[in-house]
Every structure is written in structure tokens, then in C-alpha cells.
């Protein structure tokens, strides 16, 4: 089956730096992912996806690059801020098949002001 | 917007009660999804539903079950709680096919069993 990973536990961060996390795969066949951001007693929140017929994607001060040949893909926040604090997490999955969705464990970003 | 509700923030339940978790959507998703989630371990599905009446096991359905009897509306169960059910339980939903879209989350129920 698919695992999907992140490679570091807690990432912490100052205000107004760039952030990279990343993510890991395993299943070849996954053509499909999302970042999720999650806060504090809160559900996850939907951030950006991106297809894999793409190498990047951008939406506001965020950034999500897939390398298929590794399959690795990352989220780049840029000038992050104390309200980006939160676990991001990516999950994978595959635009044509019924499989579910599989999520990555989480990184933790912690901004200091 | 997509919305996700869930009846519940927190739950207090003791050993061998029965236990229903509500989740509504008001998006006309096909797909509803349960999910526990626990320091460590991530999100780690429990049952899904593809269309009204219909549910499939996901990684860990051992003492639940659910219930889709409308659309918009998925019931997770615990027919006799446990200590080890513990957890923060997340809803989610998503139109068409169940690994190539979007799922939006509730807000999720924190379950504690004594």
C-alpha cells in the first residue's frame, strides 16, 4: 500500500521567513495531492492540490512542487507568520481509481514574532 | 463554501455505552468519510460511504460501524465504547471519486472514554 511521509516532525521558523515542508510517497500511481493545514482543535483545513500532469502550483504566499521522478512534493510558505502556526500534512491519492486518500503524519511549524 | 458539521466538539462517554457521532454536509458530496486521528499516528480511516446506503471499511473499523441513510447526513457508532477509542474523530466529504478529490473536514469531535 501507499505511504505517504514527512520527513521532519516540527520545522520552527521566523516571522517573515520562507518555510519548506516536505512530503514523501511511495505509490508511483498516485496522481493527486493536497496540503492540509490543521490548528489547534480544529479540523484540517484545505491549503492548495496539485495534479500530476503539474510540477508546480502556486496559490497566495503559498508554493506546492511535486517531483515525480522521486516522488517528493513540498509546500513553500513565503513570509510566514505567527497565524501559519499549525501541522500541514499532505495526503496522495489517484484521480481515476476508488482508492481513498492517505494521509502523511504531520510536520509542525512553529513561527516566532 | 463547503460545510462540514459535526454534533459534537467534546464527548464524555463511559466504558459500554453506545455512542453515536454525527457528521452533515451541505455540499451534495457523494463521498462521506470517518477518521480518527491520534498523536503520532496521523489520520487513520475508519469507514467511508461512495453514495447512500453504502459503506466500506477503512483501515481500522473494528468496533464501529456507520450509518448513511441521506446524502448529507453519516453516523459513526460505537456500539460499546471503549478506553482505547479515546480520540479526536473528523468527518469529511468530497464529490466524486473517493482518492481523486478534495475532502473537507468538520471540525471534529474530541471523544474521551472513562
Known amino acids: 500500500g501507499e505511504s505517504v511521509g514527512l520527513h521532519l516532525p516540527t520545522l520552527s521558523v521566523q516571522e517573515g521567513d520562507n518555510s519548506i515542508i516536505n512530503c514523501a510517497y511511495s505509490?508511483?500511481?498516485?496522481?493527486?495531492f493536497i496540503w492540509y493545514k490543521q490548528e489547534s482543535g480544529k479540523g484540517p483545513q484545505f491549503i492548495i492540490d496539485i495534479r500530476s500532469n503539474m510540477d508546480k502550483r502556486q496559490g497566495q504566499r503559498v508554493t506546492v512542487l511535486l517531483n515525480k521522478t522521486v516522488k517528493h512534493l513540498s509546500l513553500q510558505i513565503a513570509a510566514t507568520q505567527p497565524g501559519d502556526s499549525a501541522v500541514y500534512f499532505c495526503a496522495g491519492g489517484e484521480l481515476s481509481g476508488y482508492s481513498t486518500l492517505t494521509f502523511g503524519k504531520g510536520t509542525m511549524l512553529l513561527v516566532s514574532p | 463554501d463547503v460545510k462540514v458539521t459535526q454534533s459534537s466538539r467534546y464527548l464524555v462517554k463511559r466504558t459500554g455505552e453506545k455512542v453515536f457521532l454525527e457528521c452533515v454536509q451541505d455540499m451534495d458530496h457523494e463521498n462521506m468519510f470517518w477518521y480518527r486521528q491520534d498523536p503520532g499516528l496521523g489520520l487513520r480511516l475508519i469507514y467511508f460511504?461512495?453514495?447512500?446506503?453504502?459503506?466500506e471499511k477503512g483501515d481500522i473499523p473494528e468496533g464501529y460501524s456507520v450509518s448513511r441513510e441521506k446524502k448529507e447526513r453519516f453516523s459513526l457508532i460505537l456500539e460499546s465504547a471503549s478506553t482505547n477509542q479515546t480520540s479526536m474523530y473528523l468527518c469529511a466529504s468530497s464529490s466524486g471519486l473517493a482518492g481523486g478529490d478534495t475532502q473537507y473536514f468538520g471540525p471534529g469531535t474530541r471523544l474521551t472514554v472513562l
Open positions: 460511504s461512495y453514495d447512500v446506503k453504502m459503506k
Open positions: 505509490n508511483s500511481a498516485s496522481d493527486y
